[in-house]
């Protein structure tokens, strides 16, 4: 037969292993490269193909029967469809597309010409695939319950820099998603969803990063199919440099790992070895062939054989990579977690996270999360002279009716004593140090009932989410944080930028909360309360603090609850004993004039009162500062005022 004429869209970067196996099948008469599509000229040292910036126009020149997209993922819908209109079939280099509309693009078309389109996920090429799947389905490990899937590569700062879309979820406004999970490791989720049948129910996800990148270098993430097997996938290319194994083309190990109640099998997908180990002490070792995924198409060009990896099977990954692409921004690694190699001029090369090999061969074995393994990264702590002083949950898992929302909790004084509580029986939608509101707009990011005018208290479906978007700023100092107020219809409300600090005072030391809500609706958003509602001294609504409900002989200044709720001045002073017999003092000063809610007898909190006796409306922003000076001991009246001096500087 005539060699199969391709063209090849993208010949830098791993368009040159495409090139590689375009010179061997073309050595064997196989195919003909008639074109490279790219930017610039590439040089080809194995003939002389019909270059141009036009993809279509190029496959109509040279009458290509096949073309390999090797393009950045942004433009793979594009190309593709511009390869299948011109004639011609499609393999098209994985992550086939950024999102599953995307993708969806890709799969009428491919319907319409009636031309083939194979993704390419090489791993899914390997004869280990239907070996694994035929030892799970005649029970040879038993009761399989899921498979985990690890990696630990290493990947230099330069990695991050090879192009433009390296290291970013979005490029010029349009989703590239360039992050461990959806690019060095898609294989491992690919060939995970390909050893297990049926639809995803759920997925999950956790994305961190600790090079200064927008995507992610170190994430996992979780898939439950509708019959409950689970699926995880733990990454990282932040871990320590190791020299690849002889043989294997400089190729970084990642592994499957299929636990059964009688056996365990391990795929080495990147090596195709499978490692099969039984009850009775036997291990048995098999490396399995791999077909290449150019070949299985030009076999499938030319005598029907049947498609390795064609489009529609790869429709469940890039659910997955969508659950990626919509998941919160991952999550700054601080750099006490990480060791940072320079080089001479100062320039970071390297950063490696310490024991996260362990890690992610961890969250495979035991299908676990990496917040599920009590990993220090993975907590959003508050340092002041290198001792932890409070703990962020972003994304906390609760119940609707308490308007879920990230809050500060485990707050303590530098002699480590607990100044906050999270869920007391009293109120159990009180969550630590945050902001919450009663009524915004009409929708209720306080929690619990809400109060209805001559009816009382009442439970409504009226609660909203704050929703963690993304840390722009995090270090053991404090953070900078964007989240969006979500109503109960999903519909935004405002969008949150929430800046937190701690820093040393002269004795303790003070913690820096300012907030700058946005109106997102497009008309004047309103603040209510269930004072402005008719329930008189319920002003509640901003900042607040939830005190422990534990400390006894509780006590506020300049004087006691009567005098200070409701007062409009610049600080307020709550004091408290731990049943130990420790005492703590938080000291609260702001400039903004708001009146302050102060509860003692019922429960102690501090907060702001946006609407204390009438509604509070906004058109554009409105922005809030409170800073709490976090004390051992009880302080008088002028103590304390000195301290609140202080805090506002």
Request: glycine share 10%; hydrophobic share 40%.
């Amino acid at each position: 037969m005539a060699p199969v004429k391709v063209v090849l869209a993208g010949a830098t970067g791993h368009g040159r292993h495409h090139l590689d196996i375009l010179r061997e099948l073309a050595g064997r008469g196989v195919v003909e490269l008639a074109g490279v599509c790219d930017l610039r000229p590439v040089e080809v040292d194995f003939c002389a193909p019909l270059q141009s910036s036009d993809l279509g126009e190029l496959v109509a020149k040279t009458g290509a029967e096949i073309t390999i997209v090797c393009t950045p993922i942004n433009t793979h819908a594009d190309l593709a469809i511009a390869a299948l209109r011109a004639g011609s079939h499609v393999l098209l280099e994985k992550p086939p597309a950024p999102s599953p509309q995307e993708q969806r693009r890709i799969a009428e078309v491919v319907a319409e010409t009636g031309l083939a389109c194979q993704v390419g996920f090489q791993s899914l090429g390997s004869a280990a695939i239907p070996a694994l799947r035929r030892l799970i389905a005649d029970g040879r490990l038993g009761r399989v319950r899921g498979i985990g899937g690890w990696g630990a590569w290493h990947r230099p700062s330069a990695y991050f820099t090879r192009a433009s879309w390296a290291g970013k979820r979005r490029l010029d406004g349009v989703d590239v998603m360039d992050g461990a999970l959806t690019n060095p490791f898609a294989h491992a989720i690919a060939t995970a969803l390909a050893l297990a049948d049926g639809p995803i129910a759920e997925i999950e996800t956790e994305l961190f990063r600790a090079h200064p990148i927008e995507s992610d270098d170190t994430s996992c993430v979780r898939v439950r199919l509708e019959d409950g097997f689970t699926i995880t996938m733990a990454a990282t290319l932040c871990a320590p440099c190791v020299e690849p194994p002889p043989g294997t083309g400089g190729r970084g190990e990642a592994h499957l790992v299929v636990q059964g109640d009688a056996g365990r099998a391990t795929l080495t997908y990147t090596h195709d070895r499978l490692k099969v180990e039984l009850p009775d002490g036997s291990v048995t070792t098999t490396v399995h062939d791999r077909v290449g995924l150019l070949e299985n198409l030009i076999d499938h060009v030319r005598t029907g054989a049947e498609l390795l990896v064609p489009l529609a099977a790869t429709e469940r990954f890039t659910q997955v990579l969508d659950a990626i692409r919509l998941a919160p921004e991952p999550t700054p690694i601080p750099e006490r977690h990480q060791l940072v190699e320079r080089d001479a001029a100062g320039e970071v090369v390297s950063r490696v996270l310490p024991g996260v090999t362990d890690l992610v061969r961890r969250s495979a074995l035991e299908l676990a999360l990496y917040s599920e393994l009590d990993v220090p990264w993975t907590r959003v702590e508050l340092l002041v002279a290198e001792r932890p002083v409070a703990v962020y949950e972003p994304r906390p898992d609760l119940p609707a009716t308490d308007s879920p929302r990230p809050y500060l909790h485990a707050v303590r004084t530098l002699g480590g004593v607990e100044v906050t509580q999270v869920r007391p029986e009293d109120h159990v939608h009180h969550l630590g140090v945050g902001v919450a509101i009663s009524d915004l707009g009409g929708v209720n990011f306080w929690g619990g009932r809400t109060y209805v005018k001559d009816q009382g208290p009442t439970w409504l479906d009226d609660h909203g989410t704050q929703r963690h978007v993304a840390f722009t700023r995090l270090d053991d100092g404090g953070f900078t944080e964007h989240l969006e107020w979500i109503g109960p219809d999903g519909r935004p409300v405002a969008r949150e930028e929430r800046t937190v600090a701690a820093r040393p005072l002269g004795q303790g030391w003070a913690l820096d909360f300012a907030f700058t809500l946005t109106n997102l609706t497009g008309a004047p958003l309103e603040i209510n309360s269930s004072a402005t509602k008719g329930r008189a001294g319920a002003g509640y609504g901003g900042f607040f603090w939830r005190a422990p409900g534990t400390s006894g002989e509780r006590t506020t200044l300049p004087g006691d609850e009567r005098a200070v709720h409701g007062s409009t001045g610049p600080w307020l002073a709550m004091s408290g004993t731990t049943p130990e017999g420790r005492d703590w003092t938080l000291v609260f000063a702001q400039a903004d004039g708001d009146p302050w809610f102060v509860r003692v007898e019922e429960y102690p909190g501090v907060g702001q009162a946006l609407a204390w006796e009438r509604p509070l409306t906004f058109e554009t922003t409105l922005r809030r500062r409170v800073v709490t000076a976090v004390l051992d001991g009880r302080l008088d009246a002028d103590a304390a005022s000195a301290v609140a001096g202080e805090l506002l500087r």
